[in-house]
C-alpha cells in the first residue's frame, strides 16, 4: 500500500484546511488509517486516527474539537478537516495505515506511511 498526502499549505491562524490521504489500493478489511505530525525541532506525535470502518475516531487532546478525521473506502481516501488552526499546529503531517492489530496513537503500530504535506499556520 503506498500513501499519498496532499492538502498542505500557509494559512493564517483561525483559518481552514483540509488534509486528504490517497491509498493505492483497497486491502481486504480497509485498514486503520491515522495521522501523525512532526512541528520543527520537536518528536513526530499522534494526531488523529480512524478504524477500518470509520465507526472509531481518535483525537489528540490538542485538536480535540478543532480537527475532525473521515473516510471514504470508496475512493481508498482519508481526510484530516482542521479548522481554527494555530501557529503550534505547524507541522509535516503525514498519514499512516496499520494492516493488522492496531493502536491509534502509537507509531509503531502503523505499516505503511506517506511522504508527508507541510502545513504553515501564520499568526
Known amino acids: 500500500v503506498q500513501l499519498q498526502a496532499s492538502g498542505g499549505g500557509l494559512v493564517q491562524a483561525g483559518g481552514s484546511l483540509r488534509l486528504s490521504c490517497a491509498a493505492s489500493?483497497?486491502?481486504?478489511?480497509?485498514?486503520?488509517m491515522g495521522w501523525f505530525r512532526r512541528a520543527p525541532g520537536k518528536e513526530r506525535e499522534f494526531v488523529s486516527a480512524?478504524?477500518?470502518?470509520?465507526?472509531?475516531?481518535y483525537y489528540a487532546d490538542s485538536v480535540k474539537g478543532r480537527f475532525t478525521i473521515s473516510r471514504d473506502n470508496s475512493r481508498n481516501t482519508v481526510y484530516l478537516q482542521m479548522t481554527s488552526l494555530k501557529p503550534e499546529d505547524t507541522a509535516v503531517y503525514f498519514c499512516?495505515?496499520?494492516?493488522?492489530?492496531?493502536?491509534?496513537?502509537?507509531?509503531?503500530?502503523?505499516?505503511?506511511w506517506g511522504q508527508g504535506t507541510l502545513v504553515t499556520v501564520s499568526s
Open positions: 480512524i478504524s477500518g470502518s470509520g465507526g472509531n475516531t
Open positions: 499512516a495505515a496499520a494492516r493488522g492489530a492496531w493502536n491509534p496513537a502509537v507509531e509503531y503500530t502503523y505499516d505503511y
Open positions: 489500493r483497497r486491502t481486504a478489511g480497509n485498514n486503520a
